[in-house]
């Protein structure tokens, strides 16, 4: 069985964590969210290696990055993610054969 939990108890833990290293009271969002587009660097290396480890290492590193520029900007990062599916939810489409997503007009 795969270990999870919640998204929201993942984003307090996260959020306890960065709080005990001092993220929030010395880093920046700027910093967070330049540290986000490495570890998404890291995930566009993982999926072009299909590394499966490495993507989920990726993924979870990016998680956390957005998790604190999310704090250090007083947002809600469920309410951002949860806004933006708003957005897209009535989007219609299709996938190209060069695997990009083409909006409707």
Same mark, same amino acid.
């Given at each position: 069985m795969k270990e999870t &939990? *919640?998204?929201g108890m993942t984003e307090f833990q996260v959020m306890q964590w960065a709080e005990a290293r001092g /993220?929030? =009271?010395n880093g920046t969002a $700027?910093? &967070?969210a330049k540290k986000t $587009?490495? #570890? =998404?660097?890291? !995930? $566009? =290396?993982?999926? =072009? *290696?299909n590394d499966r480890? #490495? /993507?989920a290492d990726a993924l979870g590193d990016v998680m956390v990055t957005l998790?604190?520029?999310a704090v250090l900007c007083d947002?809600? !990062?469920? &309410?951002c993610f949860y806004k933006a599916y708003?957005? /897209? #939810?009535p989007r219609k489409g299709y996938m190209n054969k060069n695997g990009q997503f083409v909006k409707e007009s």
């Open positions: &939990q *919640s998204f /993220i929030y =009271a $700027l910093g &967070q $587009l490495e #570890e =998404a660097g890291e !995930l $566009l =290396a993982a999926v =072009a *290696s480890a #490495e /993507i998790v604190n520029v947002m809600d !990062l469920r &309410q708003k957005v /897209i #939810e």
